[in-house]
C-alpha cells in the first residue's frame, strides 16, 4: 500500500487527490499527529518535507512533480497524463513550472530566515514581499501558457490540473488570479468542485 506522509493544508493534497483519481488504496500519516509521525518522516526524507510517498515495495518517492510523474505513468488509466506525447510533454513542462517558480517562492514567503543571513524583521518582511509579487506573476505567467493543458469539464482532471488547484490557494494568489486572470481563476473553481477531488480539498482546507 501507498503511505502518504503530509498534513492539512499542504502540497500532500496534491498527491492525495491524485491517489484517489488512481482509485488505488493508501494511508495518509499526519507528520503533526505525533512525534513519532515526524520521526518516521525524517528516516525516510532528511529534510522533512512533504509530501513524501513511500511505495508499496517500500522504496520512497519526494518532490511533487516526481510523485504525480509517477503515478501517472504507473497507472496509465487515471489520465494523470496524457496518452498523446506532445500534450504529455507540456503537462510534465507545466508541473516543473509550478515547482520551480511557484512552489519555490512560497518557501520563500513561510521560511524567509532561511533565505537571509542576518534575519532582522526589516530583511524578512522585504524578501516576503517580493517574493509574493514575484509568486503572484508566476501564476499570471502559468494561466498564459497553460490554460489550454487544463481540465475543462469534460474529462477526468490531470496532475497539472490539481498541482494548480492546491498550489495556488496559498499566499493570496486565488484572489490575485481572480481580478488579474479570472477565466483561470474559473477554471481552478471548476477543478475544485470535481466529485473525486471536493472531498480531498475539503479535509486539508475545511470551510
Request: net charge negative.
Amino acid at each position: 500500500m501507498y503511505q502518504l506522509y503530509g498534513h492539512r493544508n499542504s502540497g500532500a493534497a496534491a498527491i492525495e487527490a491524485a491517489l484517489e483519481l488512481c482509485e488505488i488504496p493508501y494511508r495518509f500519516i499526519d507528520v503533526e499527529a505525533s512525534p513519532e509521525s515526524a520521526q518516521a518522516l525524517e528516516k525516510l526524507n532528511p529534510l522533512k518535507q512533504i509530501p513524501t510517498l513511500q511505495l508499496p515495495d517500500g522504496s520512497v518517492l519526494t518532490e511533487s512533480a516526481a510523485i504525480l510523474i509517477h503515478l501517472g505513468l504507473t497507472f496509465p488509466q487515471s489520465n494523470l497524463l496524457p496518452d498523446d506525447v506532445a500534450e504529455r510533454d507540456q503537462a510534465i513542462r507545466g508541473l516543473a513550472f509550478i515547482v520551480s517558480n511557484c512552489y519555490a517562492a512560497i518557501g520563500i514567503i513561510d521560511y524567509p530566515e532561511r533565505w537571509l543571513d542576518e534575519s532582522d524583521e526589516k530583511s524578512r518582511q522585504n524578501l516576503m514581499a517580493g517574493a509574493r509579487q514575484r509568486l503572484h506573476w508566476s501564476w499570471e505567467v502559468f494561466a498564459d501558457q497553460f490554460s489550454g493543458e487544463l481540465y475543462l469539464g469534460d474529462e477526468a482532471p490531470g496532475a497539472l490540473d490539481v498541482l494548480a488547484a492546491v498550489v495556488s490557494r496559498w499566499a493570496g494568489s486565488r484572489e490575485h488570479l481572480r481580478i488579474t486572470r479570472p477565466g483561470f481563476y474559473a477554471w481552478l473553481e471548476r477543478i475544485d468542485r470535481h466529485p473525486t477531488l471536493a472531498p480531498v480539498f475539503a479535509r486539508h482546507w475545511p470551510t
